[in-house]
């Protein structure tokens, strides 16, 4: 069934935005948002696998994340936190994570629609993917001086 083709990819979509919602917080100043930003991303890596919010090792010990995002889970889970840049590039590799899902998904529907049509059955019987149609822009990190209106104090974070 086509449910079941995309059941993953639902779970990717959702990721995705999640990702993009993580980075934006952590540019933001929100120092625990680079945690769920490496949550994020092993989600997208392997989304119907045993990544969990809060268990290090279902990231740190899973061969479908590259290890370039282990290192930087690493660095997260130490204490540490990620650089503006290292979040932009993220938030660059979920992005195109997705569009290659998007474009296999693309391949994926034709077959079950000319399958579903040669069978008597109607093309709109076989929903779009539902993959975040545009791609989304790396989130900049604003710092606003000290004593401007909203200003972080950063060593405070």
């Known amino acids: 069934k086509w449910e079941q083709v995309i059941k993953s990819d639902v779970e990717v979509a959702a990721r995705f935005k999640a990702l993009a919602s993580?980075?934006?917080l952590a540019?933001?100043?929100?120092?625990?948002a680079d945690g769920a930003t490496i949550f994020n991303i092993g989600k997208?890596?392997?989304?119907?696998?045993a990544v969990q919010e809060g268990d290090k090792n279902t990231i740190l010990g899973n061969p479908s994340i590259p290890q370039r995002i282990q290192l930087l889970a690493q660095t997260v889970f130490k204490g540490g936190s990620l650089t503006p840049d290292q979040r932009a590039d993220l938030l660059k590799i979920g992005n195109e994570l997705v569009k290659n899902k998007e474009n296999q998904l693309k391949r994926y529907q034709k077959q079950y629609i000319k399958k579903n049509t040669a069978l008597g059955g109607d093309e709109s019987a076989i929903p779009a993917a539902p993959i975040?149609?545009?791609?989304?822009?790396?989130a900049k990190q604003v710092r606003k001086p000290s004593g401007a209106p909203g200003a972080v104090n950063w060593k405070d974070l």
Not at 27 to 32: D, F, L, R, T, V
Not at 44 to 49: A, N, Q, V
Request: hydrophobic share 35%; no cysteine.
């Open 132 to 138: 975040p149609a545009a791609p989304m822009a790396p």
């Open 22 to 24: 993580s980075v934006a």
């Open 27 to 32: 540019q933001a100043g929100n120092p625990s």
């Open 44 to 49: 997208i890596y392997d989304p119907s696998g």
